[in-house]
C-alpha cells in the first residue's frame, strides 16, 4: 500500500471531531475537492494500468473511511440538541389547548346502560314528557285514588271537569311510553325507554325536581320471572362487573304483578350495605288489557331505574344537585 | 312500622338472631330498614344523692354537685338546669361505661376530668345517656325513697328489645301488624303460628239498649262495633304494657288508650275509647257534613275538617274525626268510669282522602287507608275488653254492640297450576303451594290435577285474582330460588331506532367539535321565562312546590345562560357547551297531545374567551364566526350540508333552511339579556331543531362513491366592489347559480372597506375554483363564464370589478 495511503488512514483514524468547528475542518481537510483524497485521485494518471487498479482500490477504500467517519461524527452532532436556533423553537413549550369535548355523566351512564341493553336485544323507544292521564296513570293500573296522582307529586299541566279533555301532567314515570309502544306495536316487543321525568318534590341532596328513567320492556309468547331475573342478573353484571353481590326482593307496582326490586350490596363485605337500584315485575294483565293485547296469549316484564342513582353509584356524587349546575370543572372529568 | 322482637315472639318463636328475622321479612317483600336495640343492662351505673349544688366559677349554666355514692364523696360537674339538693340520681362513676354509644358507634367511657378548671369525678345521667328515651330535657330524678349507692338495675326496671322497622308496600294491609308479620313469617318458615284466645261475647246485640249506634254513611262506614264497658278505673299501664308500647317508639297515655294501641298493633285493628259519660244521650251517628267543620282533635289542636269526611257524632255534636283521630270532648281522662270502644270498619278511600286533606298522618288512619279486615271488628273489640278486664278485674263488659250494613263478600279464586310454572318459569310442588297457602290463611282445595279452589281471607283484599296469588307463590317461594331460564338469553335481529342513530350521531359529532354536555332544567321560573317570549305562548304546571318551577322552556338558551353566569361567576374563562332536550309551546294542533307543542332541540353556545394569553397569541374572545365554523362541521358530519340554505334574518341572527323550512338559527345573545344573566363577555349560540334534522337525516339515503377527478381544476379570482348592505350570502348564491356545473367551490378570501373604496361600499374577493371532469381546463374555459358572472351580478346588485 502506498504510504500516502497508510498515512492518511492513520491520521483520519486518530482526528477527534468534537465540535462543529472540527467536523467541518476534517471535512476541508480530507473530503472536499481540494482535500487531500482528492489529491491522491490525481496522482493516478502517473501510474501504470496494474498499479493504478491497486491504487484506486485503496484510495477508495480511504475515502469510505473518511466518509464515514465524516458521517458517523455529523449524526452525533445532529442528535445532540445542544444548539438552539430560536427561544420559540423549544418544542417543549406549551401548546394553546384545544377544549376537549364531553358528555354530560348522565348521558355517559345512559350510553353504558343502552350499550348493555343492546348487546341484550333491546330497541330504544322515546315519548312525550308531557303525558296524559291515560297514559301516565290510567293505561297503567293506576287506581282513580292512588297517592301518585296527588296534586303532591304530580305536576299538572292541565286539569279540568270535561270528560272529553284529558288532564296533562309531566310525566312521573316514563312508563307511559311502555304503552305508546304497546299501542302501536304487536309482540314481540323488546325495548328500552330513557327519558326525562317529573316529580313535584322539594330539591335537596338527594332529591330534584325531576330526574331520568329507563324503563324496559319485553313483551312475546312464554316470558316468564326466570326470563326476568335472567335478563336483570345480566344486566348488572355488565353493569357494575361480574362479581357484583345482589338479591330480589318482592314489593308493589301498579303495573306489574309479580313485582320485584333489585337490591346490590354496595361497599365492603363488612361495612356495606343493600341499594336499591331498580323496580321490575311481569307486567300486569290490566296493562295488556288497556292496550289491548290478550293476557292469556302474551305475558311480558318490564323494569325501571333511575339514572341519576346509577351516575352516583358509579361516580360516587354525593349531591344530585351537581348534575344540573353545570360547573365546568365537573363536567371536563366525564371526557 | 315497628315491630317488636320480643312481641313478634309470642306469636312465632323467632330465631336467636335477630338478623336472620330482618332478612327474611325483607326477602318475603316487608323490607327491613333498619334494625337497632333499645334498653340497657345499666351495668356500673349506681345511685347516688345530691348534697350541695354550688355555681359554676367559670361557666354559668355549669353547677358543681357534691355527690355521695354511698360510700363517698364525688365532686360531679353537671350541665342540667333541673339539678337540686337531695335529688337521688343515676351516676357513672369514673371509668364505668354508658349504655349507649357516639355517634360513629364508639363506646363512652366516663373519665376523671377537668371542666372548666373544675374537676369532675362522674357524670349525674339524663334519660338518654341511659338509652331509656331521648329524654335530654334534665338529669333523671329517681324516687326520693331510693337507696344511695346501689346498682341502679335494682331501683329502675331495665327492658332490652331489638327492633326492626319495615316499609309496608301499600298492596300489603294485613302486614300492619305483629300477628299479620308473624303469619307471614309462619309460612316462609313453615313453623307454628300462636294466636292469643280471644273471649266470645255473651250477647252481640244489632240494637243496643244502653247505646244506640246509627250509621248514616254507609259508603263511608261498613261495620261499626261499640263495647260498653262500666266500672273502670284510669291509672297507669302496668310495666309490661309499657314496655310493649315504648318499644316501638309509642308513648304511654293510661290504660285503657294504651290497650286500644297494643291491639292495633298486635292484630291492625285500629280502637278507639270514648268517655261514655262524654257521649250525650249515649248515641253514636256516624256521618259526613255537607260544609267544612272545625273540630278540636285530642292533641288539643283545632282543625278545619274538609266538607264530605266522616265523623263519628253523639246526638248532637262530632266527638271524633272517624278513623282518623278522636275529639278532645270524648277523650278519656282521669275521671273516666265508664267508656265506648269503637271498632270499625272505615272505606280505605275516605280516610285516605281525610287524612290528606288534613295532612294528619295517625297510626289509625295510616291501616284504614290501605283496609283492614272487614272480619275482624268484634274479634278486636273482644281482645281489648279481656285485657281490660285483665287489668281491671271488676270492670264489667255492658253490651257489645254491631251495626254491619255493609257485609264482606268472600272472594274464591281457581288457580291453573300450568299458569304458575309458566309465569313463575320454575316448576313448584303443588303440596308446597297448599301448605304455603294454608299458612297464609288462603284455604285451597284440589279441583281438579292441575286447578286448586282458593277461598281468600277477609283480611287479604289485595288478592282478587289468579295472577295475585302467582305472586304469593314467589313471593314465599323467594325469587332469588328461579333457576335461569333453559333457552338462555334471546337476542333481536329489529336495528336500531333512526331516532336514536341521529341522536347519538349528533351528540358524537358535537363532543368531537370540543363541546362539553350540559343538563339543565326543564322547568323555570316566570320570571325568567319572560326573557323568552310571551308566558301565554308557553306551557306551565299548574301546582309547582315552588316559583322556581312554573314554565316549561320554550328554549334551550334560558338553560345555557344560566349555565355560562354559574362558570363566569366561578371564574371559568370561557365555555363551549351544548345541549339535546326538549322544548315546549302552545301549539293548536300539538305533537303528542292537543295544545302542547313538544319538540326536540340541540343548543351550541359559546362565551367568554376562547383560549387566555398564550405565548403564541393574545387572549382571543369566541366570535359569531367560531360558532359558525363548529355549526357548518356539525351539519356537514351529519351530511346535511348540501340541504341547508341560510339567510340574514337580522343584524345579528342568522337563519337556517331546509327546504324552505327554518331549522334554526344562530344568534348573539342581546346586550339586555346578557346583563339579566350577568354576563360581561358576548355570547353566542346556535339553536335548531332536531325533529327536522332528522327528517333531512333520514332522507339523505346511503352513501355513493364519486370518482376522484383525473384532470386538475382551474381556480380563477375575482374581486368586486358591491354595495354595503348587499350581504356575502346573495352574491354566493348568485355566483353559484350563474356559474353552471363546471363550478366546484368558491371562496371568499377578502372583505375590505374604506380607503380607495367609494363610501358605503365594500370590497369582496373571491377565489372560484372550476373543474371538467373529462378533460384539463384552461383559462379559455372559464373566461366566458367569468364574464356571465360579473354581468349578472352587475344587472342584479350594481356590482363592479374592482380594478
Not at chain 1, 281 to 305: L, R
Not at chain 2, 120 to 132: P, Q, T, V, Y
Not at chain 2, 541 to 564: E, H, Q
Request: proline fraction near 5%.
Amino acid at each position: 500500500m502506498n504510504d500516502a495511503v497508510v498515512q492518511l488512514i492513520q491520521q483520519i483514524k486518530e482526528t477527534q471531531i468534537s465540535t462543529s468547528q472540527d467536523l467541518e475542518d476534517f471535512r476541508l481537510k480530507y473530503l472536499s475537492k481540494k482535500g487531500a483524497i482528492q489529491q491522491l485521485f490525481k496522482t493516478m494518471g502517473s501510474l501504470t494500468p496494474q498499479e493504478r487498479a491497486t491504487f484506486g482500490k485503496d484510495v477508495n477504500d480511504l475515502k469510505v473511511l473518511a466518509q464515514n467517519t465524516f458521517e458517523e461524527a455529523q449524526s452525533r452532532f445532529e442528535n445532540q440538541h445542544t444548539v438552539l436556533n430560536s427561544a420559540t423553537d423549544d418544542l417543549s413549550l406549551p401548546p394553546i389547548a384545544k377544549n376537549i369535548g364531553s358528555v354530560h355523566p348522565l348521558t355517559k351512564t345512559l350510553q353504558e346502560m343502552k350499550s348493555i341493553f343492546y348487546r341484550l336485544g333491546f330497541n330504544i323507544a322515546d315519548g312525550p314528557e308531557v303525558e296524559d292521564d291515560f297514559h301516565n296513570f290510567t293505561a297503567l293500573n293506576f287506581p282513580p285514588n292512588h297517592p301518585a296522582r296527588d296534586t303532591q307529586d304530580t305536576f299538572f299541566v292541565r286539569k279540568n271537569e270535561d270528560p272529553a279533555i284529558p288532564d296533562l301532567v309531566l310525566r312521573t314515570h316514563t312508563s307511559p311510553v311502555q304503552i305508546r309502544l304497546m299501542e302501536k306495536q304487536a309482540p314481540p316487543i323488546r325495548s328500552i325507554m330513557p327519558g326525562r321525568v317529573y316529580r313535584n318534590e322539594a330539591v335537596s341532596p338527594k332529591s330534584y325536581f325531576l330526574f331520568h328513567q329507563v324503563e324496559a320492556l319485553y313483551v312475546d309468547h312464554n316470558v316468564s320471572v326466570a326470563d326476568l331475573k335472567e335478563s336483570l342478573i345480566t344486566f348488572v353484571k355488565l353493569m357494575y362487573g361480574s362479581d357484583v353481590t345482589y338479591r330480589l326482593r318482592p314489593s308493589f307496582f301498579p303495573f306489574t304483578e309479580p313485582s320485584l326490586e333489585m337490591d346490590i350490596w354496595w361497599g365492603s363485605k363488612e361495612s356495606g350495605k343493600w341499594l336499591e337500584i331498580l323496580g321490575s315485575g311481569m307486567v300486569d294483565p290490566n296493562v295488556f288489557k288497556a292496550v289491548n293485547i290478550d293476557p292469556e296469549i302474551y305475558s311480558g316484564f318490564a323494569w325501571g331505574m333511575g339514572v341519576e342513582r346509577m351516575a352516583i353509584l358509579k361516580y360516587e356524587i354525593d349531591d344530585i344537585r351537581t348534575f344540573y349546575e353545570n360547573d365546568i370543572r365537573f363536567l371536563h372529568q366525564f371526557v | 312500622m315497628k315491630l317488636s322482637y320480643n312481641w313478634l315472639n309470642e306469636y312465632i318463636s323467632l330465631p336467636e338472631d335477630v338478623r336472620e328475622t330482618a332478612d327474611t321479612l325483607t326477602l318475603i317483600g316487608l323490607e327491613e330498614e333498619e334494625t337497632f336495640s333499645i334498653g340497657t343492662n345499666l351495668e356500673g351505673i349506681i345511685t347516688g344523692d345530691i348534697l350541695r349544688v354550688e355555681k359554676h366559677p367559670n361557666a354559668d349554666r355549669l353547677s358543681v354537685c357534691t355527690v355521695n355514692d354511698g360510700s363517698s364523696e364525688l365532686q360531679i360537674v353537671c350541665g342540667a338546669s333541673n339539678v337540686q339538693v337531695g335529688q337521688k340520681v343515676a351516676i357513672a362513676p369514673v371509668n364505668s361505661q354508658l349504655p349507649i354509644t357516639d355517634e360513629k358507634g364508639l363506646p363512652i367511657v366516663i373519665k376523671k376530668t377537668k371542666l372548666r378548671g373544675v374537676l369532675s369525678e362522674g357524670m349525674i345521667c339524663a334519660e338518654d345517656e341511659l338509652g331509656f328515651s331521648n329524654d335530654h330535657s334534665g338529669i333523671m330524678v329517681l324516687p326520693e325513697n331510693t337507696p344511695v349507692g346501689v346498682p341502679l338495675s335494682l331501683v329502675v326496671e331495665s327492658y332490652q328489645d331489638q327492633i326492626i322497622d319495615i316499609a309496608i308496600t301499600p298492596n300489603r294491609p294485613d302486614a300492619t301488624s305483629h300477628i299479620g308479620v308473624a303469619r307471614d313469617l309462619s309460612a316462609k318458615w313453615n313453623t307454628e303460628l300462636h294466636i292469643p284466645k280471644i273471649s266470645e261475647p255473651n250477647e252481640i246485640k244489632h240494637q243496643g239498649s244502653h247505646i244506640s249506634i246509627h250509621i248514616d254513611d254507609t259508603q263511608g262506614c261498613h261495620r261499626y262495633v261499640g263495647v260498653l264497658i262500666e266500672n273502670v278505673k284510669i291509672e297507669a299501664s302496668p310495666t309490661w304494657l309499657r314496655n310493649r308500647l315504648e318499644a316501638i317508639g309509642l308513648r304511654s297515655i293510661n290504660n285503657i288508650v294504651d290497650i286500644t294501641n297494643y291491639v292495633m298493633h298486635e292484630m291492625g285493628q285500629p280502637l278507639h275509647a270514648f268517655d261514655a259519660h262524654e257521649i250525650s244521650s249515649k248515641k253514636i251517628r256516624v256521618k259526613h257534613f255537607d260544609s267544612s267543620m272545625p273540630f278540636i282533635t285530642l292533641d288539643e289542636v283545632s282543625r278545619d275538617v274538609p266538607a264530605g269526611s266522616l265523623f263519628i257524632c253523639d246526638d248532637q255534636k262530632p266527638i271524633a274525626i272517624a278513623g282518623v283521630m278522636g275529639g278532645e270532648n270524648s277523650e278519656v281522662s282521669e275521671k273516666t268510669t265508664s267508656i265506648l270502644l269503637e271498632s270499625a270498619y272505615f272505606e280505605p278511600g275516605k280516610i285516605r282522602k281525610c287524612a290528606k286533606d288534613l295532612a294528619l298522618q295517625t297510626d289509625a288512619s295510616y291501616r284504614f287507608e290501605r283496609g283492614i279486615d272487614p272480619e275482624m271488628t268484634v274479634r278486636a273489640a273482644m281482645r281489648a275488653s279481656d285485657l281490660i278486664q285483665q287489668l281491671l278485674p271488676s270492670s264489667r263488659i255492658v253490651e257489645v254492640v254491631d251495626v254491619h250494613p255493609v257485609t264482606w263478600q268472600p272472594t274464591n279464586i281457581s288457580l291453573s297450576l300450568p299458569k304458575v310454572h309458566k309465569l313463575l318459569g320454575v316448576e313448584i310442588d303443588t303440596n308446597w303451594i297448599q301448605r304455603t297457602f294454608n299458612a297464609l290463611g288462603i284455604k285451597t282445595t284440589e279441583t281438579s290435577q292441575n286447578q286448586l279452589d282458593c277461598d281468600i281471607p277477609s283480611f287479604r283484599p289485595d288478592l282478587e285474582r289468579e295472577i295475585d296469588l302467582i305472586e304469593e307463590i314467589g313471593r314465599i317461594f323467594d325469587y332469588n330460588n328461579i333457576p335461569s331460564p333453559a333457552h338462555g338469553i334471546q337476542i333481536s335481529t329489529e336495528p336500531f331506532s333512526e331516532w336514536e342513530t341521529c341522536k347519538q350521531k349528533i351528540t358524537e359529532k358535537i363532543v368531537g367539535l370540543g363541546y362539553n354536555e350540559i343538563y339543565s332544567n326543564s322547568l323555570i321560573s316566570e320570571e325568567e321565562a319572560n326573557h323568552f317570549g310571551e308566558l301565554s305562548d308557553m306551557i306551565s304546571t299548574l301546582n309547582p312546590l315552588t316559583k322556581d318551577m312554573t314554565t316549561l322552556r320554550p328554549s334551550l338558551l334560558p338553560g345555557f345562560l344560566k349555565a355560562a353566569s354559574y362558570n363566569k361567576n366561578r371564574k371559568a374563562s370561557g365555555v363551549r357547551f351544548f345541549e339535546l332536550g326538549n322544548v315546549f309551546y302552545s301549539a293548536t294542533e300539538g305533537t303528542f297531545h292537543k295544545g302542547i307543542g313538544e319538540q326536540t332541540h340541540v343548543l351550541l353556545g359559546v362565551s367568554g374567551r376562547k383560549h387566555d394569553d398564550h405565548w403564541l397569541a393574545k387572549s382571543s374572545p369566541y366570535t359569531f364566526m367560531d360558532l359558525k365554523a363548529d355549526t357548518h362541521a356539525l351539519l356537514a358530519s351529519l351530511g346535511l350540508a348540501q340541504h341547508i340554505q341560510t339567510r340574514v334574518s337580522d343584524q345579528d341572527e342568522l337563519t337556517y333552511y331546509i327546504r324552505e323550512h327554518s331549522i334554526g338559527k344562530l344568534s348573539k345573545v342581546s346586550k339586555a339579556l346578557q346583563k339579566t344573566y350577568e354576563l360581561d363577555e358576548h355570547v353566542y349560540y346556535g339553536e335548531f331543531n332536531v325533529n327536522m334534522l332528522y327528517e333531512a337525516f333520514i332522507n339523505q339515503g346511503t352513501i355513493q362513491f364519486t370518482p376522484i377527478p383525473k384532470f386538475p381544476g382551474i381556480e380563477y379570482d375575482i374581486a368586486l366592489i358591491v354595495r354595503s348592505d348587499i350581504d356575502a350570502e346573495t352574491l354566493l348564491q348568485e355566483i353559484s347559480q350563474t356559474a353552471g356545473t363546471l363550478l366546484q367551490k368558491i371562496d371568499i378570501f377578502d372583505v375590505y372597506e374604506g380607503e380607495n373604496i367609494a363610501q358605503n361600499n365594500k370590497s369582496i374577493a373571491f377565489r372560484l375554483q372550476f373543474l371538467d371532469a373529462n378533460k384539463t381546463l384552461n383559462i379559455k374555459d372559464i373566461e366566458p363564464i367569468i364574464n356571465n358572472v360579473v354581468r349578472s351580478l352587475n344587472k342584479k346588485y350594481n356590482v363592479e370589478l374592482r380594478s
